[in-house]
């Protein structure tokens, strides 16, 4: 049925009626996809992804291409969201190669006029959600537009597709969105450290540590290429002269680069990157030995936690923008996910004011200490 129905949509797109090209897919593909009239399955229950169902989604991807292809976009993508939705969907079918490719074709014809792309990419994402492709959906669909709309220079929508993608083919074309976006900032040089963090953060939030370490290479590359000044010094990190080099006994890995610059944003970035990596883990201080003339370096366990809080507390003192709210929030999450800090107490009004009355007190926590950090953005 669906050979001889393409026919007669071809027919009637060839003869310019574009209507009832749509409505013969449309109206073909339900009559393919009604449950049994018989002895139908429960309520509920999924249908199979049978002949019938694999005939409406070829029926319905071909159709959506060639109207698609004619610049009939409405048509095109109410049919792509029918075959989304209403077939691989309704029938839990994943999103496998030869789907997304299709899919992938849909959204190319689609084109950036209007609000359509994104009707369909809505659909697009909610099914490969449901059907195993990860929460927020298709890693590869989201690159896919991403790198598009990095061509199109919408650097906003561009980012937050990639920042779903843990690649590091993504990292790369994330670095380069936001280091070209930030040449708009109005600040310039002075604003790049800000556009450092939206990727960096964002990244170890999701637990991304390997993409937000490609993520900050590849955009440290473009800010020093472009603002040479900003360079003050690099160094390996850790040294292999340092305790915590040698605090392992375990051959010590390759040391890593560290770049000192005159934004403070952008060393606090690399440093965030290099404690999330260790975790909890392990920390070297200098410590007094009790019976002993001299101190000595020695390793402490979860000594990441104390060196992360260390850090945002000092960092926050020289970059004004790491204390706003959404920026604090970031940091906290990353403290919780990879320090295992527990999130700070919510305030209950009424407790607090009893407990005042009481003799008890709210007041915060310790203050955290720390050397000032280099630069003042």
Known sequence: MSSSALQQVQEHLNSGDYYSAHQKARTTAVRLLAPPRRNPPPAGTVLPYDQKAQDAASLLWDAARRLLEQGQVGSGVDLGVMLVDDVWLARHVGCGKDERAKIIQLIALTGPAGAWRKTLTDAIFTWTSKTGSGPAGDIDIHQYLGETLYKELDYHQASLHLL??????????????????????????????????????????????????????????????????????????????????????????????????????????????????????????????????????????????????????????SVPWLRAPEVKEATQAIGEIHFGLKPARQGNPLMDMMASMFGGGGGGGPAVSGAPAIGGR
């Open 164 to 317: 779903v993608c843990p690649t590091q083919d993504a990292a790369q074309t994330l670095a380069s969105v936001l280091f070209d976006w930030s040449k708009l900032d109005p600040e310039k040089e002075a604003a790049v450290g800000r556009y450092a963090a939206r990727g960096t953060l964002s990244y170890l939030e999701s637990s991304f540590i390997l993409a937000a370490r490609t993520f900050l290479s590849h955009f440290l590359a473009l800010a020093l290429a472009a603002y040479p000044s900003l360079r003050v010094a690099s160094f390996a990190f850790p040294s292999p002269s340092s305790p915590l080099a040698q605090s392992t006994t375990s051959a010590p890995p390759s040391p890593d680069e560290l770049v000192v610059t005159k934004l403070a944003s952008l060393n606090f970035c690399q440093l965030a990157v290099r404690a999330a990596q260790s975790g909890i883990g392990e920390n070297v201080d200098k410590v007094k030995v009790p019976g002993r003339g001299a101190d000595e370096f020695r390793v402490q366990r979860g000594g990441g936690t104390k060196a992360w809080q260390s850090l945002v507390g000092r960092y926050e003192r």
